[in-house]
């Protein structure tokens, strides 16, 4: 968590902080992969089934091809990137306090 909040802190130096609104072009904003995966697949995880695997299984529901991604990590970036692409297109929920930094996730599919 910490990690996470130097990260939105050095993206804010370089974009301003998305503080709310339905435009986050041109913002800096933080992501969390295990939200995205459980909007998108209508569920949490299942204690049977790792991190990894239950990440990689809607990366492959989506078609996202992963033979770059060699570990969890390059698997949660495609998984921002992804929550990014549905921010860009204003289909996202939000996440904090309006006014301070907001956390974004994908809308419902």
């Known amino acids: 968590m910490f990690a996470g909040e130097k990260a939105v802190q050095a993206a804010s130096d370089l974009r301003p902080l998305f503080t709310g609104g339905r435009s986050v072009n041109g913002r800096s904003f933080e992501v969390f992969p295990t939200a ?3 909007i998108l697949k209508k569920e949490a995880r299942p204690k049977s089934v790792s991190k990894t695997a239950w990440r990689r299984g809607l990366l ?4 996202i ?3 770059s ?3 969890l990590d390059y698997v949660d970036a495609a998984l921002c990137a ?5 921010a860009l297109e204003g ?3 939000t996440f904090g306090q309006a006014g301070e930094g ?3 996730a994908p809308a419902d599919r």
């Open 60 to 63: 492959d529901e989506l078609g």
């Open 36 to 38: 995205t995966v459980q």
């Open 82 to 86: 992804l929550t990014g692409l549905f």
């Open 69 to 71: 991604l060699s570990n």
């Open 91 to 93: 289909n996202f929920p």
């Open 65 to 67: 091809d992963q033979a």
């Open 102 to 104: 907001m956390l974004i």
